[in-house]
């Protein structure tokens, strides 16, 4: 009967550790979650949504377009903010 007190003993010890190590690690991800920017970092005038380009012939405004793009799909994640 000792003896299975002890065992049950060391396992409740075991799941113990083992929840604190899953609460440090949850802690450790919330600590770590993205915040979004603020609203001011990016505000964009005439941008239109472009996703498909030519390589060999892009423009800048083109590029402008795809950057636009970018930032509103990290908008949706709610990584930035587009003003």
């Known amino acids: 009967m000792a003896d299975e007190l002890i065992a049950a003993k060391g396992t409740e010890n ?3 550790q083992r929840i604190t190590k899953l ?3 949850i802690a450790q991800l919330e600590k770590n979650q ?4 603020t609203p001011s970092a990016y505000t964009v ?3 239109s949504v472009d996703r ?3 390589a060999n012939t892009v423009a800048v405004a083109e590029l402008a ?3 636009y793009c970018i930032l509103l799909d990290l ?3 709610g ?4 003003a």
């Open 23 to 25: 609460e440090d690690r």
């Open 52 to 54: 498909t380009y030519n």
């Open 14 to 16: 075991n799941l113990l």
């Open 45 to 47: 005038t005439n941008g």
């Open 75 to 77: 908008e949706t994640k």
């Open 34 to 37: 993205l915040q979004p920017l």
């Open 79 to 82: 990584i930035v903010s587009v």
């Open 65 to 67: 377009d795809i950057v």
